[in-house]
């Protein structure tokens, strides 16, 4: 069983920076690769990022490539998000998630998720 609680969401202008934390219980962390989603309202559930188990991997959605950054610190058992260059079409709430199996692109892919945490471009 693994539990992931989200933080580090909020308000921002367009161009500005966030950087989202997820933090997981549990001493296997390790074993699992760990994504981001977002929602916004009225759309479905989209892939953001992954990473793979040892963090020598990342995978990241077209729409967001060369913007964020995702990593990871096994010793802490933490996930980060970091995401420059913000536009009001990134709105939405991001969900960190673990997962056990090979694929990552969809959340299929994934055993655990977090609450969520909620982000604000303005324009």
């Known amino acids: 069983q693994v539990q992931l609680v989200e933080s580090g969401g909020g308000l921002v202008q367009a161009g500005g920076s966030l950087r989202l934390s997820c933090a997981a219980s549990g001493r296997t962390f390790s074993t699992y690769h760990m994504g981001w989603f977002r929602q916004a309202p009225g759309k479905e559930r989209e892939f953001v990022a992954a990473?793979?188990?040892?963090?020598?991997?990342?995978w990241y959605a077209d729409s967001v490539k060369g913007r964020f950054t995702i990593s990871r610190d096994n010793a802490k058992n933490l996930v980060y998000l970091r995401m420059n260059s913000l536009k009001p079409e990134d709105t939405a709430f991001y969900y960190c998630a673990a997962g056990s199996g090979w694929s990552v692109l969809r959340t299929s892919d994934y055993d655990y998720w977090g609450q969520g945490t909620q982000v604000t471009v303005s324009s």
């Open positions: 990473i793979s188990r040892n963090g020598l991997s990342t």
